[in-house]
C-alpha cells in the first residue's frame, strides 16, 4: 500500500484573508471530489499547508471550523525554547498555534538567510524533544550537480542534519529532496533523475538506520504541479511531495492531492 503526504509551502505570500480563503478553497474542493469522507484516502494521504508564521492562527480556526483532515506546518522554527531571540519563534509556539509539523533546512533558509547544516541539525534535535515532526530538506545546486557532486552533497547535509537522530526517531522525519535548481524554475527535476535520487536516498536510510530506515517518507520538491505530479508520485521511493508555486492555487492543489490518491 503506498501512503503519501503531500505539503504546501506556502512561502511569503497570502495575508491572513487570502490565506483563510485559500485553505477553505481547498477543503471544499477535496469535499467536492469526496475525498474527505473516502476512509482509504484519509488515512494514507496526509495533506499539510503551510503558511507565514503570522497567518497560522488564523488558517488553524478555519480549518478546525470545518470537516477536514488538512494538517498545519510552519516554514521555520528556532532551537531555543524562549528568550532574547528577536525575530524568532519557538517550536511551543508553534504547537500551541496548532502546527504538527515544520519544515527546516529549505534551500532559500540556507541561500538567503546563511542557515547552516549545524543550525539545522539543532533545530531538528529541538522539533524532535518536542514531538515535532520536521521536514528535513536538502538538495544540490547546479553547480553541483553539473560537477558529479550532487550524491556528496546530499550524504553531508545528511550526515550533518541527523546527527543524534537514532533508529527510533528517524520515521517522524520527512525528508523533502529538493534539487535547488528545480525550485520556482517551472523545471522540475526529471523522472529519472528523481529515480536516482530517491533510491540512493532510500539506501541511505537502510545503511544508517537499517529496517526503519525503509519507513522514511521521501518527498519530491522543485516545480511540481498539477502536471506532473503522476509521473512523480508513481515513482517507487518517492512518498509524496513539497510543492511551492502550485500550493498558493486551490484547484492545481487539489489536483496534486488526486493525483495521489490514484496510487493508492
Ligand atoms: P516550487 O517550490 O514548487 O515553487 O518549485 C518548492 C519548494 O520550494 O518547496
Known sequence: ??????AGNWKMNMNANAGEALAESINS???????????????NIRIIV??????????????????NTIYLGAQN??????????????????????????????????SIFGENDE???????????????????????????????????????????LKGVNKEQIVDI????????????????????????????????IKH???QGENVFLLYGGSLNDANASEIFAIENVNGGLIGGASLDADKFTSIVISASQLL
Not at 500500500?1 to 503531500?6: A, G, L
Not at 520527512?174 to 523545471?187: K, Q
Request: proline share 4%.
Open 209 to 211: 538506520y537499517g529496517a
Open 1 to 6: 500500500m503506498n501512503k503519501f503526504i503531500i
Open 50 to 67: 503551510c503558511p507565514p508564521f503570522v497567518t497560522i492562527p488564523t488558517v488553524a480556526n478555519k480549518l478546525n471550523s470545518l470537516n
Open 119 to 161: 543550525l539545522i541539525n539543532k533545530k531538528l534535535l529541538a522539533l524532535l524533544a518536542n514531538n515535532m515532526l520536521p521536514i528535513l530538506c536538502i538538495g544540490e545546486l547546479l553547480e553541483e550537480r553539473q560537477s558529479g557532486y550532487t550524491f556528496n552533497v546530499l550524504e553531508r547535509q545528511l550526515d550533518n542534519c
Open 174 to 205: 520527512v525528508i523533502a529532496y529538493e534539487p535547488v535548481w528545480a525550485i520556482g524554475t517551472g523545471i522540475s527535476a526529471t523522472a529519472n533523475e528523481i529515480v536516482e535520487a530517491h533510491d540512493w536516498l532510500r539506501n541511505y536510510f
Open 77 to 110: 522554527c528556532y532551537y531555543e525554547p524562549k528568550g532574547a531571540f528577536t525575530g524568532e519563534v519557538s517550536i511551543e509556539m508553534l504547537k500551541s498555534a496548532g502546527c504538527e509539523y515544520t519544515i527546516i533546512g529549505h534551500s532559500e533558509r540556507r
Open 29 to 43: 474542493k477535496l469535499n467536492e471530489k469526496k475525498f474527505i469522507i473516502t476512509e482509504n484516502i484519509k488515512e
